[in-house]
């Protein structure tokens, strides 16, 4: 028989760890704490501590700061898992030097200091600028919207909060006249009767925090030309309803500008609306500012860096701050692409969901089928026939509309008009009318169509063509990688704050693989 050494598992050992030697195992916690300790300034922490004259010892701003930014990086955000991970986790005892801070600590820690966290951003947003790792050639904007901690079922105008709180009213009152017919009861009905009471209590609390919010809240008016009134959230006033691709959430849009060279994020903003045109100016002074205060460039803008985003950016007012700042910038509208040539057979290429036929309406000859002359204001349908002008009305900025009517005699008794009309009967009646079509002109003179020849120009299409390179891959490695699919805070601010976390989380990582942080 073999001869083996006893073992025996139910038993406890010391074991002599070095926290730095155990640090210097994983690269993104090494480059953590060394920045961290020797890069940044945490005294943007130590106004809200006022422990020096009494009280026990706080955990200090640096300890919490590291376990966060690496539970991010290793895509855990719930503040209870934090505190186990600090319990057993090597990594996470060697940061924290062996101290297992409770998990209302963290959650309030990650809460309470946005401008803190902003001090925190910036200042490692310099460090890598002082590495080289900022190319100041190009800027990418994009945003992602996810979901917050309100729930969107709590939503609505104020006039159907309030009818939501009626019928909440009328459900209180047959539950309370169904209890009373329970007490009259034997005691067989007692089950039913706490099922009644767990209802009536629920249907309280929810109607008291309707009439709460009801009493103190103005109606939240939108930011278009048209300022009605949008819906407000009874949980998270500050967060919107936004339609994504998953369908429509209650939530923030986490938006990032993003520097070409190592996909930096020079920036990073949450809003709580979904319409990303409303939040471009907002965005490019906020760069411009960080960068004036951080001493990176007096003047970004002036410096002739270029910025570029998506079409969910443009519009006629973001065209004219573009063109009146003097930024170099290249964000094309919607028809963008159906003015390249390369994108001609897009929609023959890429199948049904790209044709132009809708289901249920009958195909008819186009409006590019038709001779239209701007210059005459004329139009000649298919037939050869002359139209008559029937409106011609303004159109947004340096942009008029005309509308065209063919002439119900020659509808009547064209020999195309099952083809162009789809209605062709229509023609048949002297209360009817002819084929209709309507062509835009433009005068040229629109901030729109300056960015439009921007745009279409061989310099835009390079410029725009680095645009899902750069910003993209922030987003894939934020919300893939580090598993952000939804914010856990509420109000604008705490919001904004945990999604720099995750940005500041990203930007160090760059520094970890570009940097020399040793």
């Known amino acids: 028989m073999p001869n083996f050494k006893p073992h025996n598992y139910d038993q406890s050992a010391m074991v002599v760890i070095n926290f730095e030697e155990q640090l210097a195992l994983d690269p993104f916690a090494l480059t953590l704490h060394h920045l961290i300790d020797n890069s940044i300034d945490l005294s943007a922490f130590h106004d809200k501590y006022n422990n020096d004259a009494g009280g026990r010892a706080a955990y200090n701003p640096a300890i919490l700061l590291k376990i966060v930014l690496f539970a991010y990086a290793k895509g855990v955000q719930s503040s209870r898992e934090i505190q186990w991970q600090c319990e057993h986790n090597i990594i996470f005892k060697a940061l924290s030097c062996d101290s297992v801070p409770h998990w209302t600590s963290i959650a309030n820690f990650i809460s309470t200091y946005p401008d803190a966290i902003e001090s925190v951003f910036e200042q490692v947003l310099l460090t890598c600028d002082s590495q080289g790792l900022l190319g100041h050639e190009l800027l990418a904007i994009?945003?992602?919207?996810?979901?917050?901690?309100?729930?969107?079922?709590?939503?609505?105008?104020?006039?159907?909060?309030?009818?939501?709180?009626?019928?909440?009213?009328?459900?209180?009152?047959?539950?309370?006249?169904?209890?009373?017919?329970?007490?009259?009861?034997?005691?067989?009905?007692?089950?039913?009767?706490?099922?009644?009471?767990?209802?009536?209590?629920?249907?309280?609390?929810?109607?008291?925090?309707?009439?709460?919010?009801?009493?103190?809240?103005?109606?939240?008016?939108?930011?278009?030309?048209?300022?009605?009134?949008?819906?407000?959230?009874?949980?998270?006033?500050?967060?919107?309803?936004?339609?994504?691709?998953?369908?429509?959430?209650?939530?923030?849009?986490?938006?990032?500008?993003?520097?070409?060279?190592?996909?930096?994020?020079?920036?990073?903003?949450?809003?709580?609306?979904?319409?990303?045109?409303?939040?471009?100016?907002?965005?490019?002074?906020?760069?411009?500012?960080?960068?004036?205060?951080?001493?990176?460039?007096?003047?970004?803008?002036?410096?002739?860096?270029?910025?570029?985003a998506d079409t969910g950016y443009s519009n006629e007012d973001n065209n004219a701050y573009l063109k009146d700042a003097q930024i170099n910038a290249y964000i094309p509208d919607k028809q963008f692409r159906s003015r390249d040539p390369k994108f001609k057979h897009q929609k023959i290429k890429h199948g049904k969901r790209h044709q132009d036929k809708v289901k249920g309406i009958q195909a008819v000859i186009p409006a590019s089928g038709f001779s239209f002359d701007p210059q005459k204001k004329t139009c000649i349908c298919p037939a050869g026939n002359a139209m008559w002008l029937r409106s011609e009305a303004t159109h947004g900025a340096g942009r008029s509309k005309l509308?065209?009517?063919?002439?119900?005699?020659?509808?009547?008794?064209?020999?195309?008009?099952?083809?162009?009309?789809?209605?062709?009967?229509?023609?048949?009646?002297?209360?009817?009318?002819?084929?209709?079509?309507?062509?835009?002109?433009?005068?040229?003179?629109?901030?729109?169509?300056?960015?439009?020849?921007?745009?279409?120009?061989?310099?835009?299409?390079?410029?725009?063509?680095?645009?899902?390179?750069?910003?993209?891959?922030?987003?894939?490695?934020?919300?893939?990688?580090?598993?952000?699919?939804?914010?856990?805070?509420?109000?604008?601010?705490?919001?904004?704050?945990?999604?720099?976390?995750?940005?500041?989380?990203?930007?160090?990582?760059?520094?970890?693989?570009?940097?020399?942080?040793?």
């Not at 030309?225 to 006033?237: A, L, M, P, Y």
């Not at 938006?255 to 190592?262: E, R």
């Not at 009517?405 to 002819?434: F, V, W, Y």
């Not at 300056?450 to 725009?464: E, F, I, N, Q, T």
């Open 142 to 308: 994009d945003g992602c919207k996810m979901s917050s901690n309100a729930a969107k079922e709590h939503s609505g105008t104020l006039d159907e909060l309030k009818q939501k709180r009626e019928k909440i009213r009328k459900r209180i009152q047959h539950c309370m006249k169904e209890h009373k017919t329970l007490d009259k009861r034997k005691p067989r009905e007692r089950e039913r009767k706490e099922r009644v009471e767990k209802q009536l209590a629920s249907l309280d609390k929810h109607f008291e925090k309707i009439d709460q919010f009801l009493k103190t809240a103005a109606p939240r008016k939108g930011q278009g030309k048209r300022s009605k009134e949008v819906k407000s959230n009874i949980t998270d006033n500050e967060s919107a309803k936004m339609t994504t691709s998953k369908g429509t959430i209650q939530g923030y849009n986490g938006i990032a500008t993003v520097d070409k060279k190592h996909q930096i994020i020079v920036d990073a903003q949450a809003f709580g609306e979904g319409q990303e045109y409303h939040t471009l100016k907002p965005v490019l002074d906020a760069v411009k500012e960080r960068y004036q205060r951080t001493g990176i460039s007096e003047d970004v803008y002036a410096d002739g860096i270029v910025v570029t």
């Open 403 to 518: 509308a065209f009517e063919g002439k119900l005699t020659d509808c009547r008794h064209c020999a195309i008009k099952n083809e162009c009309m789809r209605n062709p009967a229509s023609a048949d009646t002297r209360q009817g009318h002819g084929r209709q079509v309507s062509f835009t002109v433009s005068t040229g003179r629109s901030a729109t169509e300056w960015m439009m020849r921007r745009v279409d120009s061989a310099l835009g299409k390079h410029y725009y063509s680095h645009r899902m390179s750069v910003v993209e891959p922030v987003f894939a490695n934020i919300g893939t990688n580090k598993g952000l699919n939804r914010f856990t805070l509420r109000s604008k601010k705490k919001v904004q704050g945990q999604w720099r976390l995750y940005c500041l989380v990203h930007n160090i990582e760059k520094l970890m693989r570009y940097g020399a942080m040793t």
